[in-house]
């Protein structure tokens, strides 16, 4: 349980965010003041007697003009007052909190909207958008990756492979000084280099696996879909050629759901098997299913 202390100053904290909510909305807009009586207009006044008002208001009222420092203050607010009520859509909102100031949320977020909404760019945001999510995807990858790349090199089979490389590149002669399983740390630094290690769940980061990358090259990867669809719809479907042996590999792993990195583990004479029962067809595959269950069962 929370002591009392924090208690109170989360209480007095929630109080004073509800206090700054429940100011009056019209507030945001001009103010304390009235934006229609600061140009001397009447609410339903037209566009041309508003910007009539506003242009003798600003004139008389003008620093250059009047230095008084309080007529500078009340030029700000007149030309603020103009800003607001000159547009068609801001004034119809500024209309609608007068008639509704108990809508202190929609009325706050409609003012915020019509002010910032209207000059923020859709394809700029975007592109901020994209790289903001494709900086925080590469930093997670690069930490995932060193974090796994760690936790391998203080495996034994790590270090059983860094010491083979080690005796193949001195020729079988190893350091004495440093003892039987201790390697030089600037030899160690290359030769972890050299060790191509592939984690799964954890690959090296890549620039080409972003979101925003992907993003700008889903019109070239759409299209070239598109050309490899057509070519094997032309290819199988229309001259009735036998599948390549790729094209049959890929139809296998597809229809056991086998992923690329599994399926290229698998030694030759049993992906050759694999391919030759045509598994893609729904009968041949149903009956390798009832020879696995069969096999499983006499085993047990």
């Known amino acids: 349980m929370a002591p009392p202390v924090t208690r109170r100053?989360?209480?007095?904290?929630?109080?004073?965010?509800?206090?700054?909510?429940?100011?009056?909305?019209?507030?945001?807009?001009?103010?304390?003041?009235?934006?229609?009586?600061?140009?001397?207009?009447?609410?339903?006044?037209?566009?041309s007697d508003i910007k009539r008002s506003y242009y003798k208001l600003s004139l008389e009222h003008h620093p250059d003009k009047?230095?008084?420092?309080?007529?500078?203050?009340?030029?700000?607010?007149?030309?603020?007052?103009?800003?607001?009520?000159?547009?068609?859509?801001?004034?119809?909102?500024y209309d609608y909190a007068i008639e509704h100031p108990s809508e202190v949320f929609y009325n706050t977020a409609?003012?915020?909207?019509?002010?910032?909404?209207?000059?923020?760019?859709?394809?700029?945001?975007?592109?901020?958008?994209?790289?903001?999510?494709?900086?925080?995807?590469y930093l997670n990858n690069v930490a995932r990756y060193n974090e796994a790349m760690a936790t391998v090199k203080r495996t034994p089979a790590y270090k059983n492979r860094l010491k083979a490389l080690e005796l193949?590149?001195?020729?079988?002669?190893?350091?004495?000084k440093k003892g039987p399983k201790q390697i030089d740390p600037k030899l160690q630094e290359e030769l972890s280099n050299e060790?191509?290690?592939?984690?799964?769940?954890?690959?090296?980061?890549?620039v080409w696996d972003l979101l925003g990358v992907r993003f700008v090259l889903l019109p070239y990867t759409v299209?070239?879909?598109?050309?490899w669809y057509s070519s094997w719809v032309w290819r199988y479907k229309v001259k009735k050629a036998p599948y390549s042996w790729e094209d049959a590999s890929y139809l296998t792993r597809r229809s056991l759901g086998v992923p690329l990195d599994a399926w290229?583990?698998?030694?030759?004479?049993?992906?050759?098997?694999?391919?030759?029962?045509?598994?893609?067809?729904?009968?041949?595959?149903e009956n390798y299913y009832a020879e696995m269950r069969k096999e499983s069962k006499r085993r047990r």
Request: net charge positive; charged share 25%.
């Open 9 to 47: 100053w989360c209480w007095t904290l929630i109080l004073l965010l509800l206090s700054f909510f429940s100011q009056s909305t019209m507030a945001i807009y001009c103010g304390e003041d009235d934006c229609y009586a600061l140009l001397g207009v009447a609410q339903d006044a037209n566009a």
């Open 66 to 93: 009047n230095p008084d420092p309080e007529s500078k203050k009340l030029f700000v607010k007149i030309a603020t007052a103009y800003e607001i009520l000159k547009d068609n859509e801001t004034r119809a909102q």
């Open 110 to 137: 409609q003012y915020y909207r019509a002010k910032y909404g209207h000059k923020s760019d859709p394809r700029a945001v975007l592109v901020g958008l994209l790289v903001v999510l494709s900086a925080f995807q």
């Open 168 to 176: 193949e590149r001195t020729g079988g002669v190893s350091s004495k």
């Open 195 to 206: 060790l191509d290690l592939q984690i799964k769940g954890a690959e090296k980061p890549s």
């Open 223 to 227: 299209i070239k879909l598109l050309v």
């Open 264 to 285: 290229t583990n698998l030694d030759e004479y049993k992906k050759e098997d694999l391919v030759q029962r045509r598994l893609w067809e729904k009968q041949n595959r």
